[in-house]
């Protein structure tokens, strides 16, 4: 039983491994009590809340509450922050009810004076070891109320000297990992861009200590691709405050009378079993809960994509030669990126002219994708649908379409404006262009990029004050146009791109296929990239390219095997220019693209192991589990000292079962036991060597 009650006041919630417990104080307020591995018995908690009232502190900042409220004296980051038409700005509730039904639990708190009602929903994913939460509010009177905060989820985790993990970056530099300590004070990751961003990652990882196979992880993610924010408070009570949600700047939600704001779900987790652990449970639930269901079960295929080769410069002979050298290595998808549309010959022009280029494709699309059907791949493209450029003739048709202040130019990101996504006929446009593609061509692949923040949404009401909930409609309408196309065209896989991994979120993915984490290819760049994506989201829906070396973004040297392992790594692409390959490089290519079609679903689908880390390790390895098939990755960055040997402990074997290894032409068997506990001995030679190890159950 994944929810147990007693007294109406104490709420148990449990999942195979772990329980969540919240009560109902004598004053009505819904205080959290436990967070953490499972507890069998709900009377176990029958006792008060302890509280250590005096005159100097208000009682009510040291308890862990499930939703504060700003005011009442609470002087920590609050859940909401609400303003009545008086001027009133607390909301001072009792729980009114609940209810319980099957793994869902619904709390209500409602004001004592003024008519807004709060109700904080929880669900359990008893298998998954997750639990849902989101609340929504509702104003049951007759005038406005104003939301000026409203997140997702509160969690208090007691204790003193966390440290809080995000991934930060920038364009190219996505997913930093930096796990802080919150001694005293707040820490804050939020994005106020329109978009979840490069700069931090909507999601909390909390730990005193916690390594990869050991130790406790409180953790949760948003499922939301707008601005978001989260904050971890160490409060001066000796707990961490966690908040998670809808970023509260320059947000404010009108709440006209009989209408309701519900927030994007937060999921969260527990492990007592450090990072690994957490890795494969939200790995396990984004694949059998969140994913678009048409290619949830399917391995994702090979793509080649020619922006690497062609640049904006693509014309159907190029794209035709291209295309057979694609087939020739294995590729499954050949992907035509940006410049196939409008007058498109730079990133100055055209965006919003979603037709085809009479210039560069005189018979439309059609020769060119019956030549790659012939090839027997798919056919795919890119489209920035959110933004327009100046030089376009979308722009001088609607230059009141995009998001600007009445007497300001408008500031150009990338050379481009961001459509204002809340006029309806905007939405309706960008339905209109994508479906007309995708009816007129057979398209069986679309990669939706997104190359500039949102910015002066201001303008958007002439009410003076109002206007802010601009960026939650915006985000609200981008999943509308999604949702749209993607019920009109079900087929069609779609890969999300902002300038790299701008908008890789759990909102982006009930929506996206499968994401590309970066612009930056540089295979070493890419490994760490990797690494931290992993922690969050899994393989599958990591898009990675085998491009050419030196790379452009560092110059740096590495040979074609080491960039192909690393790609191997996520779901493969090949991005490299065919017309300069070598004969050598393509046939190397071609020998593990046929590998990586062998050995996909046990990457795609299987359980992840972070082996040796990048960034503390002497070499970095990773390890895929599925069905006792085990595929592991071992890369050498920087060979010293000639030493060639090294040794490497795998995971997830059964001890007395025997299994066989292969490691290019070498062949041997022992048993689980002998390669979890004392491993397998990997020759690694040099800088940048790369192996390929296959461990399969006999
Ligand atoms: C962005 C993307 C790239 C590429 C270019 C095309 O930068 O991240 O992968 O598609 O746009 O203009």
Redesign the pocket.
Known sequence: MSIQIYNNKTFLLSTEQTSYVVQIDDSGILSHLYWGRKLPDIEDFTGRIPTRDNSYHASIDKTMEECSSFGMMRYKETSMKVRYADGTGDFRYRVTGYQAEKDCLRITLEDAFYPLKVTLYYEVFEQENIIKRYQKAENQGDTDILLERFYSAEYGIPGTSYEVINFNGTWGAEFRKYSDKVNAGKKVFESLRGSTAHVANPCFIVHNGAREYEGEVYYGVLEYSGNFKIVAEATPYEYLNVLIGVSDTDFTWILKPGESFATPAAYCGYSHQGFSDMSHTLHRFCLKELVPEAFADKSLKVLYNS?YATLFDVEFEDQVKLAKRAAGLGAELFVI??GWFGERNS?TSSLGDWQVSKKKFPEGLTPLIDEVNRLNMGFGL?LEPEMVNEDSNLYREHPDWVYRFPNRPVLKGRNQYALNLTKEEVVQFMIASIDNLLTEYKIDYI?W?M?RPVAETGGTSEVFGEGKEVWVKHTRNLYRVIEECRKRHPDVEVEA????GGRVDYGAMRFFDEY?PS?NVDPLDRLEIQESYSYIYPAKYMRAWVTDSPDGFTKRKVPITFALHTAMCGALGIGNNLNTLSLAEAEEIKKQVAIYKRIRDIIQFGRLYRLKSLTKDEFHAVQYQKDGHNIIFAFLINGRYGKEQYHLKVKDLIPDCRYRVRINELEYSKSGAYFMYYGIDVTLKGDYDSQLIELDRI
Do not use: P, Q
């Open positions: 922006w990126d940006d990133d890119w990669k990029d190359n791109c902002a300038s790299g590309w612009d």
